[in-house]
Nanobody, 124 residues
Framework: VQLQASGGGLVQPGGSLRLSCAAS????????IGWFRQAPGKEREGVSC????????NYADSVKGRFTVSRDNAKNTGYLQMNSLKPEDTAVYYC??????????????????WGKGTQVTVSS
């Protein structure tokens, strides 16, 4: 069982990146997908979450209007499209799979599966 986030990198302010979250060993369609980030010295932040069907999406206020979460259940993969990136978006980004999105923004949210992170650096 494995969940892997990828697609991070170095991008200039105002640029875009698309992160992918690939699952193996289990059916990602059975779970909601959450995206999280953690910057050095800061607590984990729930960035976005998408329901199992993809019909419901949630965003942190800090990324609303700039980030778009999606999923392709046929490919067992989730995505986070990040546009208009800012230096404060710099962090390690993680994806996770859980039964529901409710509470994904709280520290007590404990996903069933965590993926390895990918570094996103926004800098000129």
């Amino acid at each position: 069982v494995q969940l892997q986030a990828s697609g991070g990198g170095l991008v200039q302010p105002g640029g875009s990146l698309r992160l992918s979250c690939a699952a193996s060993g289990f059916t990602l369609a059975d779970y909601a997908i959450g995206w999280f980030r953690q910057a050095p010295g800061k607590e984990r932040e729930g960035v976005s979450c998408i329901s199992r069907s993809g019909g419901n999406t949630n965003y942190a206020d800090s990324v609303k209007g700039r980030f778009t979460v999606s999923r392709d259940n046929a490919k067992n993969t989730g995505y986070l499209q990040m546009n208009s990136l800012k230096p404060e978006d710099t962090a390690v980004y993680y994806c996770a799979a859980h039964y529901y999105c409710s509470g994904y923004g709280s520290p007590g949210y404990n996903p069933k599966y965590w993926g390895k992170g990918t570094q996103v650096t926004v800098s000129s």
